[in-house]
């Protein structure tokens, strides 16, 4: 609570004094910056971003606005939007010689150079972005044309329509549909006989959804492999529409196999639909994942969405989900016993993997013979770099071409949530911290996979990481501004169409949802984020990562610094502990003194450790790492509580046994300032601070709490008044900017 306290009222600027940011040593300090961070903070600075977010509607000078037309050109139907038709148009349709069909009797359209004929306009558009018609009942439309610069996607659709396919499932598969894929100079594929579905798990409930389609024979689209096939990427909850393929590119670049992909516009039956990564999709075949025995399988470690799939289990050590995926054998459509006896063999030998990677005294010469090293250590460097929140969570693929073979990861899928685009309450937004290391402190108790923080004992793996750090994917990062000013030519065009479309402001989903802003400034924003990873992950990956590992060289338990803790009873309840440094160990031993107290499940990893209670009672907690050591008195009662207690990772204020939430006993345990300021030692800078006498800062953190202490009880606790909450804001406002009067001009002399 006193660090809630000290947030709030110590975060108000310079007539307040100033917190200095509590970190871990490997985290205190702040990256040098690198050449190519300077390089994305200069577009920042220099590029006027265009406004790419649906347009204001301009009214029409007379008349009544017709909005019930059917707008069409180029076999493309306009869509109305903000009080006007806007007509999005594919890349090979020719300007020069348009037409443009109303369904209602023209009178004039106000663009020289056009000729209107009865329920058409047509000339050359090259140059014409708006055009207002005007009807001879007297009503007007006003009609923009937006002409995409990328490939386009075309569909029709067969006896069904696009609002029916949304309605239903996305497994169900419909055939019998046409396609046409062009790019400018040409059509490059078109196939009548097209199987159509959905696709995705999330991504299918939002506005803009994601689908698949299967061509009637493999066949090469834009450029990449032959395949059957293909998967349109909606990338709806990524304003940048950058982040899949950037990290598809990246470990394609590194040398190992991810889906090859092409930005293109997409339309339906006609209906414009946005901007699409047509990519390739993760499965076993030719130019994909390429498994060449019988007993070959790919598998997904996945979490989340495991009891939906036919086939899964769950490993012995890790305790996490794996679900068949795909398989060398056989379509997973008419799955046969060669599949499901592959499959078992996989359950083995990952079961065997996971002993060895678990066990306290690991052997790498036996870990290191069940694996392929470098595409773990690939993988390891590409989920650390992109922090996504999915990591070893959903979308973890991982394959065994046939019982001769070792383990692989990959190919790496799913990272729209990745790169600074998820709430910062997930964890997953810090540019100067751990991420994949400490997986399972960043994911709220969630069941992770835990491997890369086993691996990372292994001072032969660590190794590996630095010199695939070092020698391949740093070059590729500290490149990273000129292939992302690579896409930002590429896609501008399509933004600007895109955002038209589907409002920028209305991204489901992810920290861009309810912010303000344009595209150029969001991909400015992940540039800059970028540039900040790759000089943490250069900075950490260094000769001294893997001279001393992980080894902590002093350790406390962060956040329990009472002389006892208090949890609740219950076989099924388990408290999560950090040490500080929260940094995974080389050897962790956790003990209790009187296990029928409570159990230490020894074996976590990454500055953190679970203790499950089991019935009532005192005990010990001691964790050792190395030299360093920290002991905590646990006292374990279901009954009379009083004080905070941890629950699923949340602390609660109770008072005879009734969990309070945050109330006013627990802010009144804290309002002795001389309590506040021994705890504030060392973390107020006095230079800041008009300080004219020994006494005045101990005068100020008084006077703090008096006046702001009422007014945060009321403002932050559970179902705040939403008043309560605004006084609460307008105070600390007041507080950030002083409350000394402007001196009068009159006064200066």
Known sequence: ??????????????????????????????????????????????????????????????????????????DCT????????????????????????????????????????????????????????????????????????????????????????QAGSKDVKYKGNSVTISQAGGSDLTDTDVEFKGRGNTTWTLDKRPYQFKLSSKAKVLGMDKAKTWLLIANRQDTSMMRNKAVY???????EWAPDGRWVDVWIDGSYQGCYLLCEKVQVGTNRVELEQEDGILAEADNIYYNGEEYWFTGNQSGTHFTLKDSAADDLDEQDSATL?????????????????????????????????????????????????????SSTFCYRDGADDVLHMGPVWDYDSALNNEDE??????????????????????????????????????????????????PLLENWSETCNDYRSTLENSAKMEFVRWDLKDQPGTARADESGTWQQDV???????????????????????RRGNQADSMTLGGLNDNAVKLGAGQNKKYTFRLTPASACDTVRVTVDD????????????????????????????????????TVNVIINDEARNGWYEENGKHYWYVD????????????????????????????????????????????????????????????????????REKLERALEILRRGMGAKTHPAQRS
């Not at 055009?131 to 007297?138: E, I, K, R």
């Not at 924003?525 to 990562?545: G, N």
């Open 1 to 74: 609570m006193t660090a809630l306290l000290l947030a709030a009222a110590f975060a108000c600027g310079a007539a307040l004094p100033a917190m200095a940011e509590q970190a871990t040593p490997e985290t205190a300090a702040q990256p040098d910056p690198t050449e190519w961070a300077d390089e994305a903070q200069d577009v920042t600075e220099t590029e006027e971003a265009p406004v790419y977010q649906q347009a204001d509607a301009q009214e029409v000078a007379t008349g009544e606005t017709a909005a019930s037309l059917t707008v069409t050109a180029a």
């Open 78 to 165: 306009a869509q109305f939007i903000d009080e006007a038709y806007r007509l999005f148009l594919p890349v090979n349709t020719d300007m020069a010689a348009l037409t443009i069909e109303t369904g209602a009797e023209l009178a004039a359209a106000d663009a020289e150079g056009l000729t209107v004929d009865g329920t058409t306009v047509s000339g050359d558009f090259t140059n014409i972005e708006t055009l207002n018609l005007t009807f001879t009942d007297g009503k007007m439309a006003r009609v923009e044309l937006y002409k995409s610069q990328l490939p386009s996607v075309s569909f029709t659709l067969n006896g069904v329509t696009l609002d029916e396919i």
């Open 249 to 255: 590119d990246l470990a394609n670049a590194m040398g």
């Open 341 to 393: 006896k592959a499959w078992s063999g996989f359950e083995t030998a990952l079961d065997e993997f996971e002993d060895v990677l678990y066990a306290s005294d690991k052997d790498w010469n036996i870990i290191s013979s069940k694996i392929d090293v470098q595409s773990f250590a690939d993988y390891y460097l590409i989920s650390e770099w992109v922090e996504n929140w999915d990591t070893f969570k």
């Open 425 to 474: 309450s997930y964890g997953v937004s810090d540019p100067h911290a751990d991420y994949a290391m400490n997986i399972q402190d960043q994911q709220r108790g969630e069941i992770s996979l835990t491997w890369f923080t086993e691996l990372m004992k292994c001072q032969q793996f660590r190794e590996v990481v630095q010199e695939r750090y070092q020698h391949t994917m740093r």
């Open 524 to 546: 400015d924003k992940l540039q800059d984020w970028i540039a900040q990873r790759t000089a943490y992950m250069t900075k950490r990956f260094d000769d001294e990562f893997v």
């Open 595 to 630: 296990p029928t107290v409570a159990k230490a499940e020894i074996g976590t990893y990454a500055g953190t450790f679970v203790v499950t209670g089991v019935q009532n009672g005192e005990t010990t907690l001691t964790v050792r790492a190395g030299a360093a050591s920290a």
């Open 657 to 724: 046994g009734e969990r309070q939430g945050l109330q006013k006993g627990g802010l009144l345990e804290f309002l002795d300032p001389d309590h506040i300021l021994k705890r504030m030692e060392g973390c107020v800078n006095p230079d800041l601070l008009d300080l004219r006498e020994p006494e005045d800062l101990n005068c100020i953190l008084r006077m703090l709490i008096v006046l702001i202490v009422p007014i945060m009880y009321n403002g932050i606790r559970p179902e705040t008044d939403p008043e309560d």
